[in-house]
């Protein structure tokens, strides 16, 4: 496996960053303020077919590789732009692709390769079971030739954005299965259908502008064939997912990383107090040399993870590595650009509070930093596991 150390797929940068350039700070600011979803920019991203850069052209997608697919992310990052928008309209589709039978790839691929149907709602989380998917509380019985879905979801973000959501379910109670992880199947719910209709959506007033959601589902009715795979897998589905996800993710880390670090260069090199440039004292320059080396440490990672992956190597540990330092990058970078930006970094303008609070999300989110270190101590250093 060959890594690319340099500033690969230079088209890709080039047409991204051109894309990026209308949505500047203010048509983000103004969106946080509203609380509103980036249609605009989302659109420009499905219509440059970049969300279905994961889909193979056999499906009307472009087939592109995963480290094609970071670079993407980051770009749009990097250019201070948000992808947490729309992001889950690349990969959870993979969920299907893998898993789902010839009649629902051709059913759907395609639409989602053109951005025609969003397939950008997860719902897995849940408020009682936390991070602990296998004790999740939502049912699905199958009755005649429908399932009817019980339960409720927590923080399914872009649900209001999406036609579709992939969900997952327990179908054979825990009490009737050898491994607790057993009994869950994923289930592809067309929402379009059940909304109003056992389907409710209720939006989190959230820290940051995610478009996220409480779901409640009440004898929820889905059809036969909204299983995807084999009943009963679902929570093997989900984990073989989550690799790319954190791979995708990390990529958007590296992206907001380095796009703060150019914001506080420029800054500390522009502002003069006490007759210098505040950049000229270590005490600012320090943090922010800090930040760069930590996000191209963690670029490595990223590259490597991304290389294994698309070898068909296993890379769960890189994987994990990649999102736990360069989420911790971004978060270091996003610090030092606030101090150095002083009392400015609280002036919505200068986008740099707005970052910040995007950023901090990563260490929690899709998964958090200890459930990674507790990953890497179990999996890869074979110590005892700690839950
Ligand atoms: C903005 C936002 C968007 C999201 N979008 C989605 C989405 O689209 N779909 C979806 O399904 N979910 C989504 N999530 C949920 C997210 O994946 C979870 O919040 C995250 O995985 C953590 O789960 P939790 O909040 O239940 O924390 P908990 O599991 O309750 O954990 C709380 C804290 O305890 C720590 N902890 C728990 N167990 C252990 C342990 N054994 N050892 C050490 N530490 C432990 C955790 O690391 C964490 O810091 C989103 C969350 C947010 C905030």
Redesign the pocket.
Same mark, same amino acid.
């Given at each position: 496996m060959e890594i690319a150390t340099n500033e690969d797929f230079p088209e890709i940068r080039e047409a991204i960053a051109r894309l990026c350039e209308p949505f500047d700070d203010r048509y983000w600011q103004d969106l946080d303020r509203r609380m509103d979803y980036p249609e605009e920019f989302v659109r420009a991203l499905s219509e440059a077919g970049f969300l279905g850069a994961l889909i193979p052209e056999e499906h009307g997608g472009s087939g592109l590789s995963l480290r094609a697919a970071t670079v993407i992310l980051e770009t749009i990052h990097r250019n201070g732009c948000n992808a947490a928008a729309c992001h889950?309209q690349m990969y959870i589709m993979g969920t299907l692709l893998r898993h789902g039978s010839e009649a629902q790839k051709k059913a759907y691929l395609p639409g989602i390769a053109s951005g025609e149907l969003r397939l950008q709602?997860?719902?897995?989380?849940e408020p009682t079971?936390? =991070?602990?998917t296998s004790s999740l509380k939502t049912r699905a019985v199958k009755k005649g030739d429908r399932w009817i879905v019980n339960g409720q979801?927590?923080?399914?973000?872009?649900a209001k954005q999406s036609d579709l959501m992939v969900l997952i379910a327990r179908t054979t109670p825990v009490e009737e299965v050898k491994r607790r992880s057993d009994g869950l199947s994923v289930f592809l719910v067309d929402m379009r259908e059940v909304l109003g209709k056992g389907l409710e959506i209720r939006p989190i007033d959230?820290m940051?502008n995610?478009n =996220?959601n409480e779901i409640f589902m009440s004898e929820m009715e889905l059809p036969e064939d909204a299983l995807i795979g084999e009943e009963g897998r679902g929570f093997r589905y989900i984990l073989d997912g989550m690799n790319a996800e954190r791979i995708l993710i990390s990529s958007e880390c590296i992206g907001d990383a380095r796009w703060f670090i150019d914001r506080a260069s420029t800054y500390a090199r522009d502002r003069h107090v006490f007759g210098r440039a505040i950049g000229q004292n270590q005490g600012i320059q320090f943090p922010i040399a800090r930040a760069h080396a930590e996000t191209e440490a963690a670029d490595l990672m990223v590259r490597k993870a991304a290389g294994l992956f698309d070898a068909g190597e296993p890379c769960g540990g890189e994987a994990n590595m990649a999102k736990l330092l360069a989420s911790e990058a971004s978060w270091h970078a996003g610090e030092a650009a606030m101090q150095t930006h002083g009392g400015f970094a609280f002036a919505s303008e200068y986008a740099i509070e707005r970052k910040w609070r995007e950023t901090r999300?990563y260490q929690?989110?899709?998964?958090?930093?200890?459930?990674i270190?507790?990953f890497l101590a179990h999996q890869v250093l074979g110590l005892p596991k700690?839950?």
């Open positions: 889950a709602a997860f719902g897995v989380t079971s936390g =991070t602990d979801k927590v923080w399914t973000s872009r959230a940051i995610h =996220t999300l929690i989110a899709p998964i958090s930093t200890n459930l270190l507790a700690s839950y």
